[in-house]
């Protein structure tokens, strides 16, 4: 049997860094305010004719260098995005065409908010295990500054931009051990940019209830930890390390104290970075293995939840 495994991580934050201190100057807020309700002390901001391909490409230059491979070795590609470049091509196809790959395998986006990387981890996996891909480039990758409300001291503090991939390759053993996939749209007025193509309107920004949408994360990620190690057969113990979606510091430790991890084993990077959408986890992942604290072997459990809502893990041993 084939599994699909990590070979090479990459990630890619904008120079421009935005601080607490910054934003209580344009909008009512203060540093106090988002460390404590958040953790975030900052977060980065694409520069005006930055888009998100361009962050996609350094963290998938970062990730194919790591993994020993050139980009003709990619015959699979997925760009999980909210904030694509265009409405088409896929940021996938143009991302494909910047490596330059010509006559390539498949390119695609996945749509799936903040759980995107999860979703895009899950589908490469299959058609790794499927030997109908052999070297995948998973991407997540989000400008989210250019739908904020900057005026909206409820959602502008929260978000970055930012990108994270990964190169996945088979082996013979896990890799990854399997992804649990959900999503229910019953919630989607909770978190929503409520504009788009058929259906256009005035509002092109992110708008949320953010203390439904803290509450419903809470319980969604804890049931979701716990569905996943029962699946996989494993026990809280056996993890090594939790590698949540970047979003709020008191989600994240929620989530560790229901499976009983100290937050030693967990890691949080959203304090440099906010919360990056479909970049966060692939960000924390890329920080985490180039500081030498997450080591070949180990077992690793991510988790996100996002906009849909859309929730979702993969179990792997790295
Ligand atoms: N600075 C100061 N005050 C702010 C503020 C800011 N940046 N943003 C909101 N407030 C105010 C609100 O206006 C509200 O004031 P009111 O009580 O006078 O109406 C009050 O703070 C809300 O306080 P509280 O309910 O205690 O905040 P909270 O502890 O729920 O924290 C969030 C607010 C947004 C940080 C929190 O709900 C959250 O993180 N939600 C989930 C967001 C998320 O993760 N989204 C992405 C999911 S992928």
Same mark, same amino acid.
């Given at each position: ?11 890619? $934050?904008?120079?421009? =860094?935005?601080s607490n201190a910054?934003l209580a ?6 540093d106090?305010?988002i460390r ?5 002390r900052e %977060? ?11 962050? #996609? ?14 980009? *003709? ?5 997925? @760009? *999980? ?12 196809? $143009? ?10 395998? @498949?390119?695609?986006?996945?749509? #799936? ?15 790794? %295990?499927?030997?109908?891909?052999? +070297? ?13 409300? !900057? ?6 503090v ?6 994270? *991939?990964? =190169? ?19 919630? #989607?007025?909770?978190?929503? =940019? ?44 056996? =993890?090594?390390? $939790? ?10 430790? *929620? ?17 440099? +970075? ?18 030498? %604290?997450? %080591? ?14 859309? !929730? ?7």
């Amino acid at each position: 049997m084939s599994f699909s495994a990590i070979i090479g991580t990459g990630g890619y $934050l904008p120079d421009r =860094v935005v601080s607490n201190a910054e934003l209580a100057r344009t909008v009512d807020t203060s540093d106090e305010w988002i460390r404590s309700r958040t953790g975030i002390r900052e %977060r980065r901001v694409a520069a005006p004719d930055e888009s998100t391909c361009d962050m #996609a490409e350094q963290a998938a230059r970062g990730a194919i260098a790591a993994a020993g491979l050139s980009p *003709a070795d990619l015959d699979f590609i997925v @760009v *999980a995005t909210s904030t694509p470049d265009l409405i088409y091509p896929s940021t996938a196809c $143009l991302l494909q065409k910047r490596l330059g790959i010509r006559n390539g395998g @498949v390119a695609f986006d996945v749509q #799936a908010v903040c759980s995107g990387f999860v979703y895009a981890t899950g589908i490469a996996d299959q058609f790794i %295990r499927a030997g109908t891909a052999r +070297h995948a480039l998973v991407v997540g990758a989000d400008a989210n500054s250019k739908i904020l409300d !900057w005026s909206d001291r409820s959602t502008c503090v929260l978000f970055g931009d930012g990108a994270g *991939a990964i =190169v996945m390759g088979a082996s013979d053993r896990p890799g990854v051990y399997l992804t649990r996939l959900h999503a229910d749209g019953n919630y #989607a007025h909770l978190l929503e =940019v409520p504009s788009g193509v058929s259906r256009p309107s005035a509002d092109p920004h992110i708008r949320m209830h953010g203390a439904e949408v803290f509450k419903l994360a809470v319980n969604i990620m804890g049931d979701l930890v716990e569905e996943t190690l029962a699946a996989a057969g494993f026990e809280t113990t056996d =993890v090594d390390w $939790l590698i949540p979606h970047q979003a709020n510091e008191r989600i994240i430790s *929620a989530t560790a104290r229901k499976l009983r991890m100290d937050m030693g084993r967990v890691i949080v990077t959203l304090d440099r +970075h906010g919360n990056t959408s479909g970049a966060s986890i692939p960000l924390a992942l890329d920080t985490g293995i180039r500081d030498g %604290r997450v %080591r070949r072997g180990e077992l690793l459990l991510l988790e996100a939840v996002g906009g849909g809502f859309t !929730w979702g893990s993969v179990l792997l041993r790295y």
